[in-house]
């Protein structure tokens, strides 16, 4: 019953070049690095056994292994974090149960979100993917309205049915709401947390396929099962308290710092 978690990271980033290697201030005042960070929430996770930041970039991977980190070099055809994480698979000398893709542009990634997102797909054994869905209060939504209006990518958003299968992902923000949201009420539209939880299986299927119209288009990649008739299990999970974002543009390391200081994190 092992999972293991992958970190793919990697510096060639098209609207943000270098970008792991970005330092964020903590509360405290300490600076480390986002690949490090990111490292660090991994490591909080209860039940994974290895944790490893995939690269093909020497500068990433001598920072993490400086750090302490498990590094796998990977090629550098790989064409996202997905693909990054099929090429860790067919490396390991043992098949885990579950891969757990935390993508490294997320520090803020609290550990009961990986570990619900695991309980979830083990609890539906017919699911070869899972991924993790934040419903988002009105000011959260108001942020990626913002972002949408002054042309940033921000955060992507997730449309699911009854079942919790998805039905599409998006970096607008779906679906449409025709009215105002309070800022601290919730609202129809679903944040989508950017981790994933793999069968084997379904991974080593993903990496033989063609990039899909939709994922080139949106620039998403778990798209692509969904293009091949691969249903992507919604598993939503509660912030607790916690304040979430990704790391996609320049302008977010400011926001990010503001959240840590607000949380308190060092």
Excluded at 228 to 257: K, Y
Aim: proline share 6%.
């Amino acid at each position: 019953m092992s999972v293991v978690i992958v970190i793919p990271a990697r510096f060639a980033s098209s609207r943000y070049p270098g970008k792991p290697l970005v330092e964020l201030r903590g509360a405290d005042g300490t600076k480390r690095s986002l690949i490090r960070r990111s490292w660090d929430a991994a490591r909080q996770v209860a039940g994974v056994d290895r944790v490893i930041v995939a690269t093909d970039d020497s500068r990433i991977a001598d920072h993490a292994a400086g750090f302490g980190a498990e590094v796998a070099m990977t090629s550098t055809t790989c064409r996202n974090g997905t693909e990054r994480c099929a090429e860790v698979l067919a490396n390991l000398p043992d098949t885990p149960e579950i891969l757990v893709n935390l993508q490294g542009d997320a520090p803020l990634t609290p550990s009961w979100f990986v570990e619900d997102l695991v309980a979830g797909l083990r609890a539906a054994p017919g699911a070869e993917v899972a991924t993790p869905v934040l419903n988002c209060s009105g000011a959260m939504r108001a942020d990626l309205l913002a972002d949408r209006a002054a042309g940033r990518v921000g955060g992507t958003t997730a449309v699911f049915g009854a079942d919790g299968r998805a039905l599409y992902f998006s970096k607008e923000v779906l679906p449409f709401v025709p009215h105002d949201v309070a800022p601290d009420a919730a609202s129809p539209v679903f944040h989508h947390v950017g981790v994933y939880a793999y069968r084997p299986q379904a991974l080593a299927a993903y990496a033989g396929w063609p990039e899909g119209r939709l994922e080139k288009l949106e620039g998403l990649e778990q798209l692509r099962f969904l293009e091949h008739g691969r249903p992507v299990l919604c598993v939503e999970v509660e912030a607790r308290g916690r304040e979430f974002w990704e790391l996609n543009n320049p302008s977010d390391v400011e926001r990010i710092e503001s959240m840590m200081r607000r949380m308190g994190m060092g």
